[in-house]
């Protein structure tokens, strides 16, 4: 994501790395405490991918209680996630309010610096209002 300069009126020709207009779905989470994160691509936005993302953080963080805040997507909600909570009762999962703005970027979050200046980061974030 970036900014570029156009005439007014015209539409400017942005140069990406993406293969042929493909979809990328992300999976990812930050642990605000100790500034650590991870992103996970999957095929699509499912419950598959979700499930193997809450695999990833349940690794991640062996023995300790987890708290994880998502959106109301259809994937993060379902028997399968519900019964995946249950099997691991140390993880609990908190659902946003469908709207609300100022829980979403918040301008004195420091992004770690590897994020930012990685590829994937560079294409994630715009460093201008970093």
Same mark, same amino acid.
């Given at each position: 994501?970036? $900014?570029?300069?156009? =005439?007014?009126?015209?539409?400017?020709?942005?140069?990406? +790395?993406?293969?042929?207009?493909? %979809?990328?779905? &992300?999976?990812?989470?930050?642990?605000?405490?100790?500034?650590?994160?991870?992103?996970?691509?999957?095929?699509?936005?499912?419950?598959?991918?979700?499930?193997?993302?809450?695999?990833?953080?349940?690794? $991640?963080?062996?023995? =300790?209680?987890?708290?994880?805040?998502?959106?109301?997507? +259809?994937?993060?909600?379902?028997? %399968?996630?519900? &019964?995946?909570?249950?099997?691991?009762?140390?993880?609990?999962?908190?659902?946003?309010?469908?709207?609300?703005?100022?829980?979403?970027?918040?301008?004195?979050?420091?992004?770690?610096?590897?994020?930012?200046?990685?590829?994937?980061?560079?294409?994630?974030?715009?460093?201008?209002?970093?």
């Amino acid at each position: 994501m970036g $900014r570029r300069w156009a =005439k007014r009126g015209s539409r400017p020709f942005v140069y990406t +790395r993406s293969q042929h207009q493909k %979809r990328l779905n &992300v999976f990812g989470w930050v642990d605000p405490v100790q500034g650590s994160h991870g992103i996970t691509k999957w095929i699509s936005g499912n419950t598959d991918g979700f499930i193997q993302v809450l695999r990833k953080i349940i690794y $991640r963080f062996k023995g =300790k209680t987890i708290d994880l805040w998502v959106d109301n997507a +259809r994937w993060h909600k379902g028997t %399968r996630v519900e &019964v995946f909570i249950v099997e691991h009762s140390f993880f609990h999962i908190h659902y946003l309010p469908p709207y609300h703005p100022e829980l979403n970027y918040h301008p004195g979050l420091r992004i770690d610096w590897r994020l930012r200046t990685s590829d994937m980061g560079k294409q994630l974030l715009h460093i201008g209002e970093l």
